[in-house]
């Protein structure tokens, strides 16, 4: 690969603008001098990955993707250094909040598998919680705390990378959403609907659950299936919750802006249209999340819900990720398919996807996302 750009060829040509397309462009081109063109079809980062919660957790997570959401907490920390803007994340700790002891044993196995990946875990029963958050719910019977998790504001996350990998030398079209694909001899040609028409050695599809469909065309069909996790805001309050709140048998989870609205959602997931892309609230599944809430934190009854929204988001049947190279077609990678869980992971990948494709090769192992493991489901 050159490095250099001409008459629209490019090293790699990037699929997809949310934060895994945004952060791999910025690592190829920061880390590997790789000439990099970045197609959107609506604005960078106006996806899932602009709606989405803003959970920047490592605890609880399916223990093979330690090592690459290790990786992505390690980038969280250098946002300011890296892209010039700290996209409010903050350390806040991350609250997995238990209501009996049937969800203390799940938090002492998580404490006891987890303990490898220096996550700093805190096992606290009701005196310990009582005195730190006097706040919590009468039903809580203790917590784990991970010191290092916390929140950042995902409508400037993504936007922030896309903007970092432009100001870098990537080519950027937004509003520009891809209709053809076509290998070629020397790589794929790609064909917009505006028109437009680039060349590249390597094409990565990062079109979240539009991926899907990507994948398929070259011969790989994966179970994938779009749902809208359904996220609410309340007025703003004094600010009193430091920590990101979730539950372990209760499917909730919530956060406090320093602004002081509180930002909820979890469990239940609506459903979208995906051509457009359109995410519906159901004003139903609010109400139910809301009872969710105010058990957790009682002093919230009364308070104003002032607003709903959803996002698109590809689910696949084994709430894994896809990642990795094409097991059908050389040069082509995949990294979509997030499960409700990729912000946290998207500087991660970022940097996995780009040393994968520069070199070959990760030190993240990212084997148990490979494509291959839906080889049966390949046409005959
Ligand atoms: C409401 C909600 C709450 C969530 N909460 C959390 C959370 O708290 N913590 C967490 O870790 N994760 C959370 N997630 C999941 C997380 O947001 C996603 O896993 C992650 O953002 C996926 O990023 P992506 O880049 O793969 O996909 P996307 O952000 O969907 O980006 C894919 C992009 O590809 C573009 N595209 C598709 N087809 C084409 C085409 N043909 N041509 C050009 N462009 C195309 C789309 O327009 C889109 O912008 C949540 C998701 C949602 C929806």
Known sequence: MSGGTHAGRYDVIIVGG????????????????????????????????????????????????????????????????????????????????????ADMAVLEKHVNEARDWDLHLDLLGQNAIRSRWPWLGPDVVGALMSPDDGHANPRLVAPAFGRAAKRAGVVVHEQCEVADIAREATGFRVTAKTGLEVRGEVLLNSAGYWGGRIAADFGEPVPIVPRGPQMAVTEPLPYFMEPVLGGVSSNIYLRQVKRGNVVFGGGLRGPVETDPPRGRPVPELSIAQWGRVVRFVPALAGVQVIRSWTGVEGYMDDDIPVMGESGTTPGLFHAFGFCGHGFQLGPGVGAVMAELIATGRTVTPIDPFHIRRFESLKPA
């Not at 989405?52 to 907490?73: E, I, K, T, Y």
């Open 18 to 101: 949310g934060i895994m397309g945004a952060a791999t462009a910025f690592h190829l081109r920061t880390l590997y001098g790789k000439s990099v063109v970045l197609l959107e079809r609506g604005m960078v980062g106006a996806g899932a990955s602009g709606v989405n919660f803003g959970n920047v957790r490592r605890q609880g997570r399916f223990l093979p993707q330690m090592p690459l959401s290790h990786r992505a907490r390690e980038i969280w920390g250098r946002l300011p250094e890296l892209l010039g803007e700290d996209c409010e994340f903050l350390a806040t700790g991350g609250l997995r909040v238990a209501y009996s002891q």
